[in-house]
């Protein structure tokens, strides 16, 4: 194609996506406005916000495409990243504005709602890329699928998450590279591990989550696998993707997974935080992981923060499957400690009151009565305090969370006996934590009531410290992975 004809097909298209790049809707916000109506404009500003970052990316309109992501935004070509709207744009605009001409045909869009606030849309895609002059061709055309998942937000519909799956691809592949090259950018750096997107079912909702396998295994490999799992509330984009990568660096296979209701999964009601529901969704993720063509089903490992390390205790005690154990900053309460937590056997009960309330009305009405999970400023939240890790979209804040807590949850949250499961728990445990850190008694009187004594690491830091502060993580991670080595080792 000559280049005034690549010009003049990188034009057609352009208008082509202009067309179906201004979805528009006849209804008007209203009163009167129906559920339908409402949906319907959604529906609109939805698609968008979508077309908005290709026709941005497209007319190197930067300040578009930043202003249609939301704060933190999962990123993901292959290996998803957490990143922030300019980190995106510093990535696309060099690259992008050394082609003489790119368009992103974006059809076949299919929008659904997981919660008022929270759309997914499936489509597919068309890029087209001009390089003049370029050996080989001088136009690249990729085909394929996009994921995206939008968040309502007060200044209306941003993008949350984008991923891509590439298909059919035509013409001069080499032109990415080309451009690169113009562009003056290095090779992307290589990583320590590669990414599986995987779903598998528990109790008839399927869980997503991802499976983090060495860059050095082979096809053929069997390895010694870990399911790697978070604080209360939380999604598989928090702290358990910090001790995942380190560990799937580390030689192990480490799946992530947002529990049912939570992040990515199916399941309702959403955000409620049930003990024995997790507990099942981990059994389900041990079933998994022992079917994986990559793993060794001998060799399986539970790795639990905050939160779960009581829930995967539980877990384990129970499965002979899981061969090995390790607790990062574990919450882990009774009755007494719970009390101590939440302002005496009084709050305990107040919460519980207002837990079984909400449950009677979501079996009469189906309405989920939530507040927030975490909040500064709102005493009704979950979590009421200067939280910065929660409250940070820099740092766990992000808008996959959510920040929003199932208040049905307070009865089954505040009468599980994390503790209960120590003297049944045989599998060799590592519990790492601090003095610093939430309820170190819990730990402390797990450990003493375990049939064989379990290997307990004390380090400086706070209880969000072990979430995201790089040293600290390094230093639970490898103690981890030290563990886990031992206990895993073949048969």
């Not at 390089?131 to 136009?139: K, M, N």
């Not at 993008?159 to 690169?180: C, D, H, Q």
């Not at 591990?193 to 295994?217: I, K, M, N, T, W």
Request: with cysteine; proline share 6%; aromatic share 8%.
């Amino acid at each position: 194609m000559s280049h005034a004809g690549a010009h003049a097909a990188i034009a057609a298209a352009a208008m082509a996506l202009t067309a179906c790049a201004s979805p528009t809707s006849a209804v008007q916000p209203g009163a009167q406005e129906t559920v339908m109506q409402n949906a319907t404009r959604d529906r609109a500003a939805i698609l968008e916000t979508i077309h908005n970052v290709a026709r941005g990316a497209d007319l190197r309109q930067w300040d578009a495409v930043r202003s249609a992501f939301a704060g933190r935004v999962v990123l993901d070509y292959g290996a998803p990243e957490l990143l922030t709207p300019e980190e995106i744009v510093s990535r696309w605009r060099p690259l992008l504005s050394a082609f003489d001409g790119t368009q992103h045909v974006i059809r076949d869009e299919q929008v659904s709602f997981v919660e008022p606030d929270l759309a997914r849309v499936r489509s597919r895609f068309q890029a087209a890329h001009h390089l003049a002059g370029a050996a080989g061709g001088e136009l690249w055309t990729l085909g394929g699928r996009y994921e995206h998942e939008l968040a309502r937000t007060p200044s209306g519909w941003k993008v949350t998450r984008m991923r891509m799956i590439p298909g059919e691809s035509t013409g001069n592949a080499a032109l990415l590279e080309r451009a690169r090259e113009r562009a003056g950018l290095a090779a992307p750096p290589a990583s320590g591990y590669r990414v599986e997107h995987v779903r598998f079912p528990s109790q008839g909702a399927d869980l997503v989550g991802l499976v983090r396998l060495p860059a050095s295994a082979r096809e053929g490999d069997r390895l010694p696998a870990v399911a790697v799992l978070g604080s209360w509330t939380t999604v598989k984009e928090q702290m358990p993707s910090l001790y995942a990568q380190r560990l799937a660096s580390a030689g192990f296979a480490a799946l992530t997974f947002d529990f049912r209701g939570f992040g990515e999964s199916e399941g309702a009601p959403r955000h409620e935080e049930s003990p024995a529901r997790k507990i099942e969704d981990i059994r389900a993720a041990v079933a998994f992981l022992s079917a994986h063509p990559a793993v060794d089903a001998g060799r399986l490992g539970l790795v639990g923060i905050c939160a779960s390390s009581g829930y995967i205790a539980a877990a384990a005690a129970d499965d002979a499957r899981v061969r090995s154990v390790v607790m990062v900053a574990p919450w882990l309460h009774d009755a007494a400690l719970a009390a101590s937590v939440y302002s005496g056997p009084e709050g305990v009960a107040d919460r519980v009151r207002k837990g079984r309330e909400a449950r009677a009305r979501f079996a009469s009405t189906g309405e989920v009565a939530y507040v927030p999970a975490v909040s500064a400023t709102d005493a009704s939240a979950a979590m009421f305090g200067p939280f910065d890790y929660y409250l940070d979209v820099r740092r766990g804040g992000i808008p996959q969370w959510g920040n929003r807590f199932a208040v049905m949850s307070w009865p089954g949250w505040l009468e599980f006996d994390a503790l209960a499961s120590a003297p049944r728990l045989r599998a060799p445990t590592l519990i790492v934590h601090s003095e610093e850190g939430a309820i170190p008694d819990g730990a402390k009187r797990f450990a003493a009531a375990m049939p064989v004594a379990p290997r307990v690491v004390w380090m400086p830091g706070t209880q969000f410290d072990f979430y995201d502060d790089p040293a600290t993580v390094d230093r639970a991670s490898q103690e981890a992975a030290a563990h886990l080595r031992a206990t895993l080792s073949p048969r």
